[in-house]
Every structure is written in structure tokens, then in C-alpha cells.
């Protein structure tokens, strides 16, 4: 069975704090993703690691910083965001397809729903 | 570029009703299709997957098969439940290549 897991599950932050989610998963995948999701949308894409090298930025604002310490772990480092950035978070991972082409197949965490105040 | 289309919703069935969800796409080349199901305050969970034509997923009584022809992947399941409630999203990835959703169709089944 394939499994990520997020936390915290729920993060509420003022607009000053720094916080950070984390995502952890033992599938052996080389691949893994930051979403963000906002309410009745689908998931948007942020970043992408692939063999703990950043290989996707979409664009995303540097208040929002990723890090992948192993390939185990992939974390999101939060700091002076804006109440719009309030929305569901969702780590994801998926083996490599060798060369750097990333998997097919992508599996995604129960997400941690983030409110800034 | 690659889209998906899929109807929009919400979709209000009964118990033990048929549903369909329509998926539509536009893709260059071969790519591998999804669809993911997000229950109420849950992350995403693929529901299944086909990764050429004419394949057939299927997973907990959902089916959907990648028709090249048609550039389709409709989501149909025979009988439906309450637990069934959710919203499903249609999804395409060509290889090497990033995930593409269609907006997500949510389903609500009443007893």
C-alpha cells in the first residue's frame, strides 16, 4: 500500500510567524511534490524534487520555501504569508522513471489544511 | 497544451443508482490517465489509472477505460453508495511530463 503522511494536519499562523509542514513517506519514491489546493478547485503544482534536487519551481512566491532533506522527507517552510495563501497543502510522491523523468503514477498525503490569520 | 475536460457537478444520485462522470482530454503523444477521488476533508486518493488505449482501470467498483479514439476516460460505477460521496478528478500525465487535473466533479449520493 502507498502511503504520505503530512503534519500538522491543521495549522492556523499569524501573518508574521515562520511554521513549516512536513511530509514523510517510505515508499522508496525519488519524487516528491508540493500542491496547494484552494476550496472546490483542483490541485495546483508548486514544486517538484526529484532525487533531492528542487527540479520544478512554479513560480512560487519565496515566502514559500521548499527543502528536501533526504529522500525520505520533503519539507514546506512557511513565513510572512497572506490569508489568500489559507488552503489545503498536499505532499506527493512517485518513483522515478529513470533519466529524470518522473513516474507516471503520483500518490498523494492527506494534506494539511492551512488558515492565516 | 494538455487539458482535461470533465463534467461539471454537483451530481446528486440515489443509493444503489448508476453514475457516470465524463472525462475528456487533449494531450500530444500517449499519456497515462487518472482519476482520484477527495472525500470530505481528505487529501487525494487514486482511485485507478490505465496507461495506454484501451486499458481498464478499476478499484472498489469504479471502472473507466482509456478510449484513444475518443480521447476519453469516463468514471462509471454500477452502484453507488453513500460513502460515495466525494469529488472525483479526472487526471492525465504524459511521461516525464506534470500532472493535469480537470476541475473535479463532486457526487453526492442520498439514501
Known amino acids: 500500500d502507498t502511503e504520505v503522511t503530512q503534519t500538522p494536519k491543521h495549522l492556523v499562523m499569524g501573518m508574521t510567524n515562520k511554521k513549516s509542514l512536513k511530509c514523510e513517506q517510505h515508499m522508496g519514491h525519488r519524487a516528491m511534490y508540493w500542491y496547494k489546493q484552494k476550496a472546490k478547485k483542483p490541485p495546483e503544482l508548486m514544486f517538484v524534487y526529484s532525487y533531492e534536487k528542487l527540479s520544478i519551481n512554479e513560480s512560487v512566491p519565496s515566502r514559500f520555501s521548499p527543502e528536501c532533506p533526504n529522500s525520505s522527507l520533503l519539507n514546506l517552510h512557511l513565513h510572512a504569508l497572506q490569508p489568500e495563501d489559507s488552503a489545503l497543502y498536499l505532499c506527493?510522491?512517485?518513483?522515478?522513471?529513470?533519466?529524470?523523468?518522473?513516474?507516471?503514477?503520483?500518490?498523494f498525503g492527506e494534506g494539511s489544511w492551512l488558515t492565516v490569520v | 497544451g494538455d487539458s482535461v475536460t470533465q463534467m461539471e457537478g454537483p451530481v446528486t444520485l440515489s443509493e444503489e443508482a448508476f453514475l457516470t462522470i465524463n472525462c475528456t482530454y487533449t494531450a500530444t503523444g500517449y499519456p497515462s490517465l487518472f482519476w482520484y477521488v477527495q472525500y470530505p476533508g481528505e487529501g487525494l486518493q487514486l482511485l485507478l489509472k490505465?496507461?495506454?488505449?484501451?486499458d481498464k482501470g478499476s478499484n472498489k467498483g469504479f471502472e473507466a477505460t482509456y478510449r484513444k479514439e475518443t480521447t476519453s476516460f469516463h468514471l462509471e460505477k454500477g452502484s453507488v453508495q453513500v460513502s460515495d460521496s466525494a469529488v472525483y478528478f479526472c487526471?492525465?500525465?504524459?511521461?516525464?511530463?506534470?500532472?493535469?487535473f480537470g476541475g473535479g466533479t463532486r457526487v453526492l449520493v442520498k439514501p
Open positions: 506527493a510522491s512517485s518513483q522515478d522513471g529513470g533519466q529524470g523523468r518522473l513516474s507516471n503514477t503520483i500518490y
Open positions: 487526471a492525465l500525465k504524459p511521461a516525464g511530463n506534470k500532472l493535469t
Open positions: 490505465a496507461t495506454k488505449a484501451d
